[in-house]
C-alpha cells in the first residue's frame, strides 16, 4: 500500500476563489521522525520537494535576491511543511494585518475538492530588527479569524541570510483521519519585498 497522500493544487484568479476539479494531483509521502523546531536536518532526504518557485507570469528573481524552496510530508499528527528561503533585503510589515505585505509566507490548505472548507496561514518570518520573532495568523474562510479549535505547530531558524520554517498543520482542523488516498487543495505564496509597496511574489499552483 502507498504511503501518500494526494494534494490538488488550487489555481485561481485569487485564493479565495478555487477550482480543483481538473487541478493535477502530486503524491505527498509520509515522513518519519520530523520534529517542528525549524531545523531541516531531520527531513534528511524525505518529503516532496520543490526546489524553484515563480510567480504568475513565470518569471523568476536571481538566486542571490530570492531562492525559496520547500518540502511537504504527513505524519499521524498533521500535514508537514518545510519552507527555505534566502534574501538578499529583508523587509516586514509591523501590522499583524498586513504581514502579507512585507516579506513573508501565505500558505492555503483546502479540506476537499468542491468545499469552500478552506483556511490560510500567513507567516511573518522575523528576521528584521523591527520584527525578530517569528509571527503567524491562521484564518479561515473569507480572512476571518482561525475556526474555534484550530491551531497550528509553527518554528523557525535564521543565520542572517536564510530562514527555514517549519509547520505541522493539525488534521484536527479539518476533523480528518490521515489515509492513504486523501485528497488536499494547497497552494503557496513566498513575498518578496525589496522597495515597499512594489512586492514579488512566488507561487506554487502550477495550473494556471
Known sequence: MKRCIALALMFA?????????????????????VVVDGDPADWDAQGFR??????RL?????????APRFRLGWDDAGLLLLVQV??????EQDQEVSIWDGDSLEIFIVKERGTPKMMQVVVGPGVTPNQPELR????????????EGASI??????????YAFEMRFPWSNFDIAPEPGLELGFQIFVNDVDAPPARFQA??????
Open 13 to 33: 484568479a485569487t485564493a479565495w476563489a478555487v477550482e480543483l476539479t481538473d487541478a493535477p494531483l502530486f503524491e505527498i509521502p509520509r515522513v518519519e521522525g
Open 58 to 66: 513565470q518569471r523568476v528573481q536571481p538566486l542571490e535576491n530570492l
Open 86 to 91: 534566502a534574501d538578499d533585503v529583508w523587509i
Open 153 to 162: 505547530e509553527a518554528a523557525r531558524t535564521f543565520d542572517g541570510q536564510s
Open 136 to 147: 503567524t495568523r491562521l484564518l479561515g474562510p473569507q480572512l476571518s479569524g482561525a475556526p
Open 50 to 55: 520543490v526546489e524553484m518557485m515563480a510567480d
Open 203 to 208: 507561487v506554487w499552483y502550477p495550473v494556471t
